[in-house]
Nanobody
């Protein structure tokens, strides 16, 4: 079992930055596929960024490429999402997710955090 806890959300002006954290407990995070997803009001949850299980490959949604950076600190069992140049379209609840294996799609992830709200004011 893995428990995920997100933090770092909040209210920020357009053009600003936030760093989200996803702290894992229960098992070492280093061999898990880990991803960030978000859900805006009235929309389906969508992929944002992810590490492959080995941590070698990183994936980003086109909408965040060049603005968001996913990183991990295995010693702290934590994954981060640095978000720069935020705009109103980034407003959403952001979720961290993990899977002890390969994860190709959102439904592959079987551990989810409770989410953290990010609100970007224009």
């Amino acid at each position: 079992q893995v428990q995920l806890v997100e933090s770092g959300g909040g209210l920020v002006q357009a053009g600003g930055s936030l760093r989200l954290s996803c702290a894992a407990s229960g098992r070492p995070f280093s061999r898990y596929s880990v991803g960030w997803f978000r859900q805006a009001p009235g929309k389906e949850r969508e992929f944002v960024a992810a590490f492959s299980r080995t941590g070698v490959t990183i994936y980003y949604a086109d909408s965040v490429k060049g603005r968001f950076t996913i990183s991990r600190d295995n010693a702290k069992n934590t994954v981060y999402l640095q978000m720069n140049s935020l705009n109103a379209e980034d407003t959403a609840v952001y979720y961290c997710a993990a899977r002890a294996g390969i994860a190709s799609e959102q439904d592959d992830y079987n551990y989810w955090g409770q989410g953290t709200q990010v609100t970007v004011s224009s």
